[in-house]
Structure formats: structure tokens, C-alpha cells
């Protein structure tokens, strides 16, 4: 069974409906002006963390995702419909980036999580909102703005309170499914864990209400120069990364000598990520239930009390040592929890008096001209939303755009930049020709 921990993925929201242009005709009912309605919002896309999901499999197959439309406006002034806001679920330890920019959109880290992704168009005013003093019959209604669209890069990382690491066949997945209802691959050979494996792992009486869970992640075994990508490392290693313990499994029957494998696998954990070195870990012989591995017991454990790491020893198959790793690993989460809570809680509060400056997001209206091969190109929020939601074959529209353009500017510094009659000026997707009938 393959593991899908990465997925690209297309969406795209709603267009907002377009207003409408309706003027109230009605028998015995002269100059009944203008009466249509505004245009409903497009649906946004959302993704929401859902703990019933695992994997990225579903979007592996289906990779474009589209939410509705809103409707047009109508006579009466009647409002169209909103669109349908289209809800993509995905497993908790999802990380979605904007695939053309690298921005982190949403990091699904609690079940039932919902962050926006790309949010729908608005609706288009009806021409009820542009009757004046002077034009009491305005034959203008703005078009729909156009949804976002996104190309989102997802990637899953195991989101588990201790990960299991060491070398291949150093005994992670038999801990695993003797300390949890997980069901792993289990063979005599390396890498017969080629996808993480997750279970959940409890202490005491669920049942009297004293019971401590926590969730344990099996990590495929790694090898040296994982952290430059050999063999699957940068695959695996990811996965390490959320988890608050790492319990440090060395096979005692090994070729390899006890100490310097734990080393050589720490510094393929540094290597990768400087943070991952620091993590708290509880180093584990396994196989105690054969002579070599209790010979080198005592040589370990005294290696790693000079060093101040907690050392224990197990055997999976004896179940020697199991419930004192439990036990251990139960209080070190405890302690590992409150000490984070403590740091968070210390955490002072930043005074804007005393802070350096103060970032705030541009405003709306901001915007640049930047020349192109093929003309100018306005980028603004606001500027590209009017230019979208005009319509171009309404002379009112166009003359009401133009008037806007040149109270904020728009004009003053594209002539400014060398714009000439027939250039063409972009303004996001559309384009508009400049010329003297045009400006």
C-alpha cells in the first residue's frame, strides 16, 4: 500500500453573479426607474481537517476542486443566490502552500479545523446603486468579481505525541504493535516499513477514568545520509518533526556497535533540522531476550547516564521492560506538556508603545505600474477587482472606471511611466487598450 503524504491540488471559487441592469416596467407605473438586484457572492473553498483521514489519497486522483457560482441579480431588485462554499477535507498535520509563492496558507494541526484557501467572488452591484440626481435611468451593473484561483501544494506531516526511530529492523514496528492496536509489517529484513505507522498506546483503567493515552508514530527505519535524501530520508524524516519524544530504538543484535549507532542516526536527525536534535529522547535497546543484547546492556546505559539521556530495555517478544517504557514515556509527555504550557504562559505580551514598528498589511487601494514586454501591467487589489467587475461594453461602466482610475491615480502614473496610445495595460487577468477613447 503506498503512503500519500504529498498532493498538488487546483482550486477555484465561485464567481460572484452579475448585477443586473433591469429597469421597472409596469402597466399604469411611467419612469419606473431602476430595479435590479445585486449579484449573490461566489462559494469559497475551505480545508478542513478531518480525523477520520490519514492520507492525501483522495487528491491524488482528483486534483481540481471548483466551488459554485452565485447568482445574477434579478427585476424587483431580487438578490441572487450565494454559491455553495465547497468544503476539501484532509488529515490533521496538513500544511497547504501556495504552489506559485511558497506562502503557507493553512496548517491543520486540531481536528475539525477549517481554514479559507481561496475566497469566492463578490456579486455584482444592480443598477439601483448607481442612480444619481442627474442619472435617475443608469443602464449600469457591475459584472461578478471572479473567484480566486490557486495551485496548493499539500504535504502531510504525522501529527503524533512520540515517534520511533533507528535503523531498520532495530524492532519499531513489533514495539509498536505490541504496545498498540496498530497492525504493521513485520519481516526479518530492512525496510519492511515503507509508510509511517500510527497507534495509540494506554496507561492504566480506561474504564475507572485514570487512563493516559498518547499516540505513537512508527518512522521507517533510516539509514545514513537520509537528511541529503538517500534512500527515502526526506520522506521519513518530515515526519519526526511534530513529535514532542523521540523513543530511540537500537537493535542489541546488531552489527553495529549500541552507541554508535545512536549517534550516526542523531546526526542524520541534525542534519536535516537543527531543532530535531534538541527534541527529548529516551534511548531503547531491544531484543533483551538474547544474550548479546543483555551483554551490551550495561556498557549503554552507563554511556548514556554520563551523557544524561534516560536509557531503557525491552524485549517485544518477552514483553520484558514494556510497561516500564510506557510508564516512563507517559511521564515525560506529562512533563513535556507542562512544561510547554509554563513557556506559554511566560510568554510577554508585546506593547505596541515599546515595540519596534508595527507591520500592517497594505492598503486596499495600494497598487504598482511596472512596464512588460507587451505593454504595462497595474497590480492592486482594488484595481484589479474594479477593472474585473466592469463591464466593457456598458459605456457607463467604462466612463465610471475611468473616473476612478484617475481619483486614485492610476492614470496619472501609468502617462508617468511612458504609456502610449495602443499599448495594451494588464490588470490582473483582463486588458485594456489605451487610447484617447479609452482614457
Not at 40 to 49: H, I, K, T, W
Not at 349 to 378: H, I, K, M, Q
Request: hydrophobic share 35%; aromatic share 6%.
Amino acid at each position: 500500500m503506498q503512503f500519500f503524504d504529498r498532493a498538488k491540488i487546483y482550486v477555484t471559487a465561485g464567481n460572484g453573479g452579475n448585477g443586473s441592469a433591469h429597469m421597472r416596467r409596469e402597466k399604469f407605473v411611467p419612469f419606473g426607474g431602476p430595479d435590479g438586484g445585486d449579484g449573490g457572492r461566489g462559494g469559497s473553498v475551505y480545508l478542513e481537517a478531518d480525523p477520520g483521514m490519514n492520507t492525501l489519497v483522495d487528491y491524488h486522483y482528483r486534483q481540481r476542486h471548483k466551488a459554485t457560482s452565485g447568482g445574477s441579480g434579478r427585476r424587483q431588485k431580487m438578490h441572487g443566490a450565494a454559491g455553495d462554499d465547497l468544503i476539501l477535507k484532509a488529515p490533521a498535520g496538513t500544511i497547504a502552500r501556495d504552489a506559485a509563492t511558497g506562502e503557507t496558507l493553512a496548517d491543520l494541526t486540531e481536528p475539525g479545523q477549517r481554514v479559507l484557501v481561496a475566497r469566492g467572488g463578490r456579486g455584482g452591484l444592480g443598477n439601483t446603486h448607481f442612480a444619481t440626481s442627474t442619472n435617475q435611468a443608469p443602464r449600469e451593473a457591475q459584472l461578478g468579481e471572479p473567484g480566486e484561483e490557486r495551485e496548493i501544494d499539500l504535504e502531510l506531516k504525522l501529527i503524533a505525541d512520540v515517534g520511533l526511530v533507528g535503523y531498520p529492523n532495530a524492532g519499531k514496528s513489533t514495539l509498536l504493535s505490541v504496545v498498540t492496536a496498530a497492525r504493521p509489517k513485520i519481516a526479518d529484513y530492512p525496510f519492511t516499513t515503507l509508510t509511517p505507522n500510527l497507534g495509540v498506546a494506554v496507561i492504566g483503567d480506561p474504564t475507572a477514568g485514570d487512563d493516559y493515552s498518547f499516540v505513537i508514530a512508527d518512522i521507517p527505519g533510516l539509514i545514513e545520509g537520509a537528511a541529503q535524501g538517500v534512500g527515502l530520508g526526506h520522506e521519513f524524516l518530515r515526519h519526526v518533526e511534530r513529535c514532542r519524544l523521540l523513543l530511540h530504538l537500537i537493535d542489541g543484535v546488531s552489527e553495529r556497535e549500541p552507541w554508535e549507532e545512536f549517534e550516526a542516526i542523531n546526526r542524520e536527525l541534525e542534519e536535516y533540522s537543527p531543532q530535531l536534535a534538541t527534541r527529548p529522547q529516551i534511548i531503547v535497546l531491544t531484543k533483551m531476550d538474547l544474550q548479546e543484547a543483555r551483554d551490551r546492556w550495561p556498557a549503554l546505559r552507563e554511556r548514556a547516564e554520563a551523557q544524561g539521556i534516560e536509557a531503557l530495555a525491552i524485549s517485544a517478544a518477552t514483553s520484558d521492560g514494556l510497561q516500564d517504557l510506557l510508564n516512563t514515556t507517559a511521564q515525560r509527555l506529562i512533563e513535556i506538556r507542562r512544561d510547554e504550557a509554563e513557556a506559554l504562559a511566560r510568554e510577554p505580551v508585546v506593547s505596541t508603545e515599546t515595540a519596534g514598528p508595527v507591520l500592517r498589511p497594505e492598503p486596499d487601494d495600494a497598487y504598482t505600474v511596472e512596464r512588460e514586454a507587451d505593454g504595462f501591467r497595474v497590480r492592486g487589489k482594488r484595481i484589479e477587482r474594479m477593472v474585473a467587475m466592469t463591464n466593457p461594453d456598458n459605456s457607463e461602466g467604462m466612463d465610471r472606471l475611468e473616473t476612478q482610475l484617475r481619483r486614485l491615480g492610476v492614470l496619472k502614473a501609468l502617462e508617468d511611466a511612458g504609456v502610449q496610445p495602443g499599448d495594451m495595460v494588464h490588470f490582473g487577468k483582463f486588458e485594456l487598450e489605451w487610447g484617447d477613447e479609452m482614457f
